[in-house]
């Protein structure tokens, strides 16, 4: 149907007359189902603005430009950790940027190991008028489980460019053996 036709006929109804408008009762109820529908709504709407809380550049009277942002908080989140199986050692790989060797704490056990990371930041900003204070603190705790079990004695770790590596060799390495497919 064109549109043309679909005008005339919208346009060239007639009106209902009032008893067959069918009315809706004053009072709805409430249903559970509304009650979840409302309640999914509000934390979405929680999210969206717990999100976007660190990017609004002036809504709460911050300067978050970029120099502020990575100076007063360079790290959010959670960082990501890798475990590489090599045969005879894990390799446990954690991205920690902006910390330094002396922040971070590494604790091996025969079947896991504990990662904690602390930091602390101050900036003063002293000019005629003013005194501005910057301060912000950051810590990182996770304790990862180990598929089997390992030597922590000789473990080892290093920290480089934000990377952690520890290496945690395996109390006996499993062999593999390849198998001919038939």
Not at 130 to 151: D, H, K
Not at 158 to 167: I, N, R, S, Y
Request: net charge positive.
């Amino acid at each position: 149907m064109s549109i043309e036709k679909k005008k005339a006929n919208y346009y060239s109804a007639k009106e209902k007359p009032a008893r067959e408008i069918r009315k809706r009762p004053e009072i709805v109820p409430y249903t559970s189902r509304d009650m979840l529908r409302d309640f999914d709504d509000l934390m979405n709407r929680f999210e969206h603005d717990f999100e976007d809380f660190w990017e609004a550049s002036t809504l709460f009277g911050r300067d978050t430009s970029s120099k502020t942002r990575t100076s007063i908080m360079p790290f959010t989140g959670l960082p990501s950790v890798d475990i590489e199986d090599q045969g005879k050692n894990y390799c446990l790989t954690v991205d920690l940027p902006g910390f330094k060797k002396d922040d971070v704490q590494v604790e091996v056990t025969e079947d896991t190991v504990t990662i904690n990371a602390k930091r602390s930041h101050a900036e003063d900003e002293q000019r005629k008028n003013y005194l501005r204070r910057e301060r912000s603190s950051q810590t990182y705790y996770r304790r990862i489980p180990l598929p089997e079990s390992i030597r922590s004695d000789e473990a080892k770790a290093a920290l480089k460019d934000g990377l952690l590596e520890v290496t945690l060799p395996k109390k006996q390495p499993k062999e593999t053996k390849k198998v001919a497919i038939s």
